[in-house]
């Protein structure tokens, strides 16, 4: 980008007793426990609201991308600015705006740190350093090894579990689902734009749902196969349901966030319910029980709300790399209790 020199005066600096909230994210203790009821419930890779916040709301932000955008995005600058930027940047959507934005952001933070403040968010998000085009390089990172752990769990599972197993297609199904969401989160902290962040959204949802169903079909299903595909087909119309309001009628985080609680609070208690009464029946089923209760501690992490380590590793990034092997563990009894009911069939086929 074309250098450009904005005001760096410390009075642009707000006094007073508002201060002391400098070091605050945004959101308050109310969106933090809603959060943590969120993650508490689903579990989920969804990310948080865009929001004003304390960093873009300062006036040495606001002047310094008022100054580079009328300098460097219209006319010879605009011009210029695109004849510097590399191919990799400008086939991943990076615009000249984008890049007043980020040029600004850090700005802004370096006069927060000689000023003595400690690192403010901009739009709900903590400011992470670019990596060639990955806005958020840990965490887009962390979430493609989730999903190659998740493929290659996939192809373990086709190779170790027969196609005769009662429980084979829902769980590939399953694994595609999974596959598509960390696909869907790794392009979103690769770039974060309006449809990636409502597809990294959705993608979730349709997780969390799949694992209902996958549950159900385990507990009921095998033995009620009608119940379980009526059932199959209530959470596919409830998902349609789900984004087709908050794609067509408006994108509401409350209702977001209420929803993705219910599901995950049933699809939580209904496998801690099933683990409960087949523990001692079915030796693996620590595998699954371990899983649940790791998802639900790991995403304490989210509540470690702190500025990224070397501008790159956040609580978030954190969460995520933590996850990959409790995936790799689900898979692991996933393909143990496909076995089980493959040799559970067997004996009965014998027996008659």
Known sequence: MASFKAVQKKDHFRRGPEVALLSL????????????????????????????????????????????E????????????????????????????????????WLTVGLYVQEGYKVPQFHGKWPFSRFLFFQEPASAFASFLNGLANFVMLNRYKALVPRSSPMYHTCIAFAWVSLNAWVWSTVFHTRETNLTEKMDYFCASAVILHSIYLCCVRTLGLKH???????????????????????????DYGYNMAANVAIGLLNLFWWLGWCVRNQQRLPYVWKCVAVVLLLQA?????????????????????????????????????????????????DILKID
């Open 70 to 105: 009328r300098r460097n995005c219209s006319g010879a600058g605009l011009r210029h600015f695109r004849s510097r930027q590399p191919l990799y940047m400008s086939l991943t959507g990076w615009t000249c705006k984008d890049d007043c934005k980020y040029e600004c952001m």
């Open 25 to 68: 994210p945004g959101g308050g203790m109310a969106a933090r426990a809603a959060l943590l009821l969120l993650l508490l419930g689903a579990a989920g890779a969804g990310p948080a609201p865009a929001q004003g916040s304390r960093g873009d709301r300062e006036p040495v932000y606001r002047e310094c991308l008022t100054h580079c």
């Open 225 to 251: 196969p009608t119940f379980a595909n009526a059932f199959g087909c209530f959470l596919l119309l409830f998902l349609a349901c789900h984004v087709s309001y908050l794609t067509l009628v408006r994108f």
């Open 298 to 346: 790991l995403a304490l992490l989210e509540l470690l709300d702190f500025p990224p380590l070397l501008w790159v590793f956040d609580a978030h990034a954190i969460w995520h790399i933590s996850t990959i092997p409790v995936n790799i563990l689900f898979y692991s009894f996933l393909v143990d209790d496909s076995l089980y009911l493959l040799k559970a069939n067997s």
